[in-house]
């Protein structure tokens, strides 16, 4: 659970909510954005956050959460949005792809599915469901979101870790909300890919990002990163990283060994992946390596 919900100043405009292995981004002027919403068991401790948050500020439009940008849809980044919409009555920004998969029953079910194993492996017995979101609107790139008269926030497609990410860059502060479209910084120091529905677009993607110049990366795992070269620096390794894993992957393809992805899947999460900082349950982290090897092998065929 969260053990530290104090805020911390980013910015003028950008608030972070600590939250171990999955800080939330506070986006605020005229109009206030919360960046993605963590795990269901997260969203009590989150939703106190918010109201300190508002607490702090007068003024019209400083009392409320208007909108939730997700950056994807996988379960930790989506699970609190049922318990924080109810109390919040945000309205709710995805990709159009995204926007789809949040209204199929089977995609609920898979969000569920992965929050219960992570209050189980947590030893949480309190489950918060989520449901599809209400308020439900779709984001395509280019588009401007107003935070106040001197400050927009633009939206930018970085499909690769999955087909519905998006990206958020405070252009005036030069402050990027990458979600996983850049992989995750461990505390260790590694950075761990992501490209889960294709290598090509994840690395079309880095380059599409790193072009920004960005000042403040604020990642959607452990940590954020100010300083221009702090951040171009961590772009280089990202890419080096996942050129690296790919390598690794269509190792063990040619190897005289018979492929069996489930068994090098695992082989390679012991490996590469023995203590991640971000602790899902076991089977999203397979979820998550199968389908880096299934991408690579599709796009790199023998």
Do not use: W
């Amino acid at each position: 659970m969260i053990r530290n919900t104090l805020l911390e100043v980013v910015n003028p405009r950008v608030t972070l909510i600590p939250n171990g292995a999955f800080p939330l981004y506070l986006i605020h002027g005229d109009q206030n954005y919360l960046v993605d919403c963590g795990v269901a068991a997260h969203g009590p401790k989150i939703a106190a956050a918010l109201e300190r948050f508002i607490s702090r500020f007068d003024g019209p439009g400083s009392r409320k959460i208007d909108s939730l940008l997700l950056t994807h849809t996988h379960y930790d980044h989506v699970g609190g949005l049922s318990y924080l919409q109810d109390r919040f009555h945000f309205k709710v920004y995805s990709s159009g792809v995204g926007v789809n998969l949040l209204k199929k029953s089977k995609v609920t079910d898979f969000i569920n599915h992965l929050n219960r194993e992570y209050d189980n492996q947590n030893g949480i017995k309190d489950h918060i469901s989520f449901h599809p979101p209400r308020y439900l609107r779709s984001l395509a790139e280019g588009d401007r979101l107003k935070i106040d008269r001197s400050h927009t926030l633009e939206v930018l497609e970085t499909p690769g870790h999955t087909r519905c990410s998006l990206s958020f860059y405070l252009v005036e502060d030069k402050i990027l909300f990458p979600g996983d479209s850049v992989g995750v910084a461990e505390k260790n120091g590694a950075i761990k890919p992501l490209f889960l529905s294709s290598y090509r677009s994840y690395i079309d993607s880095l380059d599409k990002l790193a072009g920004l110049d960005a000042e403040v990366l604020c990642l959607a795992h452990n940590r954020y990163l100010r300083g221009s070269e702090k951040v171009r620096q961590f772009f280089q390794r990202s890419r080096h990283s996942a050129q690296a894993f790919k390598e690794r992957i269509l190792d063990g393809r040619d190897s005289p060994k018979e492929l069996d992805i489930e068994e090098m899947a695992g082989e390679i999460l012991d490996e590469a992946f023995p203590r991640p900082t971000v602790m899902g349950p076991r089977e999203a982290l397979m979820i998550n390596v199968m389908a880096m090897i299934k991408a690579v092998l599709r796009e790199f065929p023998a």
